[in-house]
């Protein structure tokens, strides 16, 4: 006789967890692949690379071998968040993008980004009504005899 599996919720949120940190705390590849110049041992694990290999590595631009050992789609960077056209004031880590909330400024364009100054914000005093509440509104002015001379508007620092 087969005994009846317990669902045990709690220990199978538990795990997914362990596996959820445990993928979170794996090296990054421009930490696997990272290497030391001087002693030619990669920092991560102290492993020595071939004697063969020495020469090529001495040779080849760094630049490359940065932007080949790690996915250049994804990566973290830290700047500013401009939303709706307001700056925030404190640095921030950008984890995740969607939307042009971000934008890499070049070299080249950021006094002119640093000088602009936003236009003044145009505050509304006034809006109308919806138009139900506005038929209801001209319709008890009128029942009270009061003449309509004026659109009826919300006053919005009351």
Do not use: C
Not at 65 to 83: E, I, K, P, V
Not at 106 to 131: A, G, W
């Amino acid at each position: 006789m087969v005994r009846k599996k317990l669902h045990r919720p709690i220990a199978a949120m538990a795990r997914k967890v362990r596996e959820y940190r445990a993928l979170k705390e794996r090296p990054r590849d421009s930490q696997r692949f990272a290497l030391d110049y001087e002693t030619m041992r990669r920092p991560l694990t102290q492993k020595r690379l071939p004697v063969r290999a020495w020469e090529d590595v001495r040779t080849e631009n760094r630049l490359t071998s940065l932007f080949s050992s790690q996915n250049m789609d994804h990566g973290r960077a830290w700047g500013y968040l401009t939303f709706r056209g307001k700056t925030e004031e404190e640095l921030r880590e950008v984890e995740q993008v969607m939307y042009h909330d971000w934008r890499v400024v070049p070299k080249h364009e950021e006094e002119t980004f640093k000088e602009f100054t936003p236009v003044p914000e145009e505050r509304v005093r006034f809006l109308p009504y919806p138009p139900l509440l506005r038929a209801m509104i001209l319709a008890q002015w009128q029942k009270e005899g009061k003449p309509i001379t004026e659109e009826p508007l919300i006053d919005l620092e009351k």
